[in-house]
């Protein structure tokens, strides 16, 4: 035993000065970080307080709303501001007074997402007047690949004349046995016939995720926000 301390003792000395480390080091981290975080999130707070959000609207103007999607308004310091903000609420740019400091933009996107004033699981993607076909997008139970549905308007632009979906969600398979339909995308052409037949909201389709019924229901909330915008096509 001796022998084998006196061979392995440097070894064993080194592999316990980096236990030490790691131990020491880690309670040191823990100690700072919990005089440092209450102030960090305080001071956080105290500049989404200095930020109010007024609204947030869909961007309908079918030369911006790809990569502008909503409006946000919001004050600071007495003054009330416009800009666009992306899907995920990131400022995008200013539409009226001057582009504030970065916490104020923060504070912008950090509202739009806790306050839940509007769902983005459903977008606009493109509109074409002359043919006047909408195309849109939605998140469903796989985010990755997104719901996509092209639908024309009908001559009044106040309904859907005819759609085509891009969809890979699917429920068709043995381990899901409440669902008797087809394969996808089923449950979105089940959803958009019923909305076209003018059940509104739609019947959900037994056995299908809820990510699709409610990423569907968003996108007929939105369709019918887009069909309001253009008046009906007076």
Do not use: C
């Amino acid at each position: 035993m001796k022998k084998f301390i006196q061979d392995k003792g440097l070894i064993i000395g080194l592999w316990l000065v980096v236990i030490l480390i790691f131990v020491f080091g880690g309670m040191y981290s823990r100690y700072v970080s919990s005089l440092v975080a209450p102030d960090e999130v305080e001071n956080e707070q105290r500049y989404y307080d200095k930020v109010g959000l007024v609204s947030l609207e869909y961007n309908f103007d079918f030369e911006t709303f790809t990569e502008k999607p909503y409006i946000a308004t919001f004050t600071y310091e007495g003054e009330t501001l416009v800009s666009y903000v992306d899907l995920t609420f990131g400022y995008v740019e200013m539409i009226t007074g001057v582009e504030p400091e970065g916490f104020v933009l923060s504070a912008v996107k950090h509202h739009s997402e806790q306050e839940d004033i509007l769902s983005n699981l459903a977008y606009l993607i493109s509109y074409d007047e002359n043919s006047k076909t909408l195309v849109m997008g939605a998140v469903g139970f796989v985010p990755a690949a997104p719901i996509q549905v092209e639908f024309v308007l009908n001559d009044s632009s106040d309904g859907v004349a005819s759609y085509t979906v891009t969809s890979s969600e699917n429920y068709d398979n043995e381990y899901n046995t409440a669902y008797n339909g087809g394969a996808g995308p089923t449950v979105e052409n089940q959803m958009i016939d019923q909305y076209m037949a003018g059940t509104y909201p739609v019947d959900s389709i037994s056995g299908a995720s809820e990510g699709t019924g409610i990423a569907m229901q968003e996108l007929f909330a939105l369709l019918n926000l887009f069909m309001d915008s253009l008046e009906g096509g007076n």
